[in-house]
């Protein structure tokens, strides 16, 4: 749903010297870069706004951004101003050799475009400046009239982008307005670090150099590769998806408007109830039924009934948690879940929708958990949400959505309750009945205990690390209880989203025998694999991953001493469906942590799936002798391979080994033993 400026018009060039800049100019500039504008408008604006918000917000800033009819005076009469605040006219003039000619992309800055920047930049900063008590939709205090857009009866968010575009965004959110314009103004718009301190002192942020110098950091050490990013859908407001938000309210409002205006006539008394009645009605969220949102209705499930049930995940799950009888709560969870305030941060794992529950959902917890009241819900086998206040006055509210549909006996094992610093708190399915920490990156050493409380909330555990070096990476090892019959220790990570990932093993191919299934990754074969390629998760933080295969499909004899290597194939499912794989290389190593080798990255795909059995994969590597030979391997059908291109060169069998030079240019194909030829992948 692209979303364009409200009136097209034919460009306008800008004024020549001497002349007035005029509402004319500036009309033509802002419609000939209004997208260009809005996006800078988004990425500026507060995350806290939430997407809908922010998307309107961009909107009106830039539209609001058209001066009245005044026109500006020349450039010629203007006298540079020492003891006051610069006009947007007048900054525009001033900051303009430091940004013509800036972007050769969208070639030079105009005048009119640069005033115009300059007052989108100063509406776009208002908003991170403004009281906590002011309307969410304006900035304070300049505008105080009625702001376009006004979207009723929808809402609107960008196109969700990948696991790459999350970490830029949740970067950009956890940094002050002024750090997050001064990344925007260099990356998208092209300006030096002098040109984009000069405009952010116009525009009136605090410590521009400051600013400059923290969003230097954001997006290395690929500066390129966050400039990509900016650009994409996630940070693109004039491109949007819809969804429905008010489908029931405005039927409420309205008959509760009616009734609450003939009951005015009645007496001063039966006005007051009306009025209850009309907060009621507006309380009720967002195409939601007003028993979805009452604390009585909720399901709760009771104690044992896990151990006496075929369906052993999420519905399973009893109620828990010292607050759980806290209608009070529980209430404000509900509405917060209807209809989230401003000061609710919302967030959702790719593919998990935030819309308010159609039928009263499970209560899983509600509890206090490190300074929080916590509550947990679980939306008819879709999704688990949570919602957490600070007990203390200070931040406001969080709410948190994730997909859980087909969750099992692994995979609704646990969910995130508390994340503070580097620590996560789990709660506990009622079925796990012994739970220890160890780390991949230490295959050698034995689990560590983990104290879990009567109500099932763990003790803090350590987080991977999301940056810096990958010194370690802690994991849970939970065992289920002999009364399902499922009596098995299986291992979880923590990849950023309220429910961990799960961790498997496939091993390698065994002479003759039939294509091995996915098993625990507990043994020592499987810990081994997992020390090399741990610190290879961190591509998958915060993008619905449900589990995470590694696949030993091939074991090569080396040249040059026969010394032996294992291809992997790491494959990481979501939740919503699309999977990722990472074909990776472990030649000998002097330590069992050395990180393999990644030869091969493919997004969206079946391979390595039992709807994608057959791979084929190549790399270059160096002999101690300083040789380098192309190796290949293929997976247990292929029984040939072929090398062409620079080099050439053929096998029998899953793997291939030959001299070549140094970054030479070699296409690989393999046949397969039932017929068929495959491709290298990439």
């Known amino acids: 749903m692209p979303i364009h400026p409200p009136q097209q018009q034919q460009h306008r060039s800008a004024p020549a010297p001497g002349r007035p800049l005029g509402v004319q100019q500036a009309e033509a500039a802002l419609v000939e870069h209004y997208p260009r504008l809005v996006r800078l408008a988004y990425v500026v604006l507060p995350p806290a706004l939430g997407r809908h918000r922010r998307v309107l917000a961009a909107h009106g800033a830039v539209q609001r951004a058209l001066p009245g009819a005044r026109a500006v005076p020349p450039p010629a009469s203007r006298v540079p101003a020492q003891s006051r605040r610069r006009s947007p006219e007048e900054a525009a003039e001033a900051v303009g050799a430091e940004t013509v000619g800036a972007d050769a992309a969208k070639g030079p800055v105009s005048a009119p475009y640069a005033w115009m920047r300059l007052r989108v930049l100063r509406t776009a900063l208002a908003y991170e400046r403004r009281p906590r008590w002011w309307p969410g939709r304006l900035p304070a205090p300049a505008a105080l009239r009625p702001t376009l857009p006004v979207v009723w009866g929808l809402r609107l968010f960008p196109r969700a982008g990948g696991a790459e575009e999350l970490a830029l965004d949740r ?149 828990r948690g010292d607050r759980r009888g806290d209608d009070e709560l529980l209430g404000r969870a509900l509405r ?119 109500d099932g909330v763990t003790a803090s555990v350590e987080r991977p690390a999301a940056g810096g070096g990958c010194d370690s990476w802690p994991v849970l090892r939970l065992r289920s209880s002999e009364r399902i019959v499922e009596n098995h220790a299986f291992l979880l990570t923590d990849l950023g989203d309220l429910a961990p990932t799960h961790l498997t093993y496939t091993p390698k191919p065994g002479g003759g025998a039939p294509a091995r299934q996915p098993r625990e990754a507990t043994g020592p074969e499987a810990l081994g694999a997992w020390a090399r390629t741990a610190c ?107 090398a062409t291109g620079q080099v050439r060169g053929t096998a029998d069998g899953p793997t291939l080994a030959v001299r070549a030079p140094r970054d030479a240019s070699v296409r690989l194909t393999a046949g397969l033993r039932e017929g068929g030829t495959l491709s290298a992948v990439r």
Do not use: M
Not at 175 to 198: D, I, K, Y
Not at 361 to 383: K, N, T, W
Not at 550 to 570: D, H, I, K, S, V
Not at 607 to 634: D, E
């Open 171 to 319: 970067a950009l959110s956890g940094v002050p307005g002024a750090v997050r314009a001064a990344f925007a103004l260099q990356l998208l718009e092209g300006l030096t670090e002098s040109g984009a301190r000069a405009l952010l002192a116009e525009a009136g942020a605090d410590d521009p150099a400051g600013a400059v110098r923290r969003a230097a950091g954001l997006g290395t050490p690929d500066r390129a590769g966050a400039q990509v990013l900016l650009r994409s859908g996630e940070f693109d407001p004039c491109s949007v998806q819809t969804r429905p938000s008010d489908l029931l309210r405005r039927r409420h409002r309205t008959r509760a408007v009616a009734l609450a205006a003939a009951l005015c006539v009645v007496a001063g008394a039966v006005v007051v109830a009306a009025e209850r009645g009309v907060q009621g009605a507006g309380d009720e969220g967002a195409g939601v039924s007003v028993p979805a949102l009452d604390p009585a209705a909720l399901l709760r499930t009771a104690a044992e009934q896990w151990a006496d049930t075929s369906r052993i995940d999420f519905t399973a799950w009893p109620v």
């Open 536 to 642: 290879s998760l961190r591509a998958l933080s915060g993008s619905g991953v449900r589990a995470v295969n590694n696949w030993a499909f091939a074991e090569q004899r080396l040249p040059e001493g026969g010394a032996r290597a294992e291809w992997l194939c790491t494959r990481a499912d979501t939740w919503r469906g699309p999977g990722r794989v990472l074909v990776q290389f472990l030649p000998p190593a002097g330590s069992p942590t050395t990180p393999a080798a990644v030869v091969a990255d493919r997004n969206d795909t079946a391979l390595c799936s039992r709807f994608g059995q057959h791979i084929l994969a190549g790399t270059q590597w160096k002999a101690a002798s300083g040789r380098w030979y192309v190796l290949a391997a293929g997976s247990r059908a292929v029984d040939r391979i072929e």
């Open 336 to 454: 917060a879940w209807a209809e989230p305030s401003e000061a609710v941060r919302v967030s959702a794992t790719p593919g998990t929708v935030d819309v308010p529950p159609a039928q009263p959902p499970q209560l899983l917890f509600a509890g206090e958990v490190d300074g929080a009241a916590v509550v947990l819900f679980h939306d008819r086998g879709v999704r688990v949400v949570r919602y957490a206040e600070p007990l203390a006055a200070g931040d406001g509210a969080a709410l948190d959505f994730a997909r859980t549909d087909d969750a099992d006996v692994t995979t609704a094992a646990a969910v995130v309750v508390s994340r503070t610093g580097d620590t996560a708190r789990f709660l506990l399915a009622p079925w796990i009945s012994t739970a220890t920490t160890r780390d991949l990156l230490a295959p050698g050493t034995p689990d560590r205990p983990l104290e879990v409380a009567p």
